[in-house]
């Protein structure tokens, strides 16, 4: 079963954006470098069980890089999306409760997939996370994660926030294709709309919701076509 688990805010400047999002009244946490040598994160954590990555290129990486031809699909979206997006929302990503088995049945559902790729994160303490990961090649659609191994859970304390911020509850993807990516995100999730109608489809998950809307609504940061509620204070 999928979830709601996370949101990429793509930042320039890791250690200032930590400053930055702690001035406005969050608590955050170091999250580490990443496997890639490319990407490092901060993590938000909230109440609700979902979480703001704070994610960045490694400061021996810059906008204009390039990825080797043979980058794995999902790197290609992953570290792509980093170097030519804007500061801002970037991405999402749901959570496979039931790890690869929920691949498996996606990919019965006939969704075009890339392959799961292990990722690694090396965090500050020197413990090391290892997760799989992957993605629907429609950009609408977001990227999916397995469960960390070992299996780890935030410091209660990171929870709290001192701007009252609880969690994000949904997803809002702005699309061209209204019916199209409806249909891609039925495949995705084995379900239907809960609400459906001629601008808008919404899909309850056991935990959060995701709003497809038919409009081409871009927004001034990161990727342009994505929104969250609720709206949460930035910097």
Known sequence: MLTLDHIVFL??????????????????????KHDNGMTENALIHFENGTFLELLALQKTQNKQGNLPENAPDFQKRFVGRAMTSQEGIIDFCLLAN????????????NLPLTMPL????????????????????EPELPFVMTPYQPATTPNPAYL???????????????VADFEVIVKKYELLLGTSP???N??????????????????????????????????????
């Open 11 to 32: 930042v320039n400047d890791l250690e200032k954006s930590i400053k930055d999002f702690e001035q406005v009244g969050y608590t955050v946490s170091k999250g580490g």
């Open 118 to 137: 292990e990722m690694k994160r090396f965090r500050p303490e020197g413990s090391v996370l290892s997760w799989h990961i992957f993605t629907p090649f």
């Open 194 to 196: 809960s609400q459906k």
């Open 160 to 174: 709290h926030h001192a701007n009252d911020t609880s969690g994000i509850e949904k997803v809002k993807i702005y």
């Open 198 to 235: 001629s601008t808008t489809a919404i899909f309850e998950l056991q935990k959060g919701k995701i709003e497809i809307i038919n409009g081409h609504q871009l927004a001034r940061t990161g990727i342009g076509f994505l929104e969250i509620e609720p709206t949460i204070p930035l910097p």
């Open 98 to 109: 039931n790890g690869l088995a929920d691949y498996e049945a996606i990919k019965l559902r």
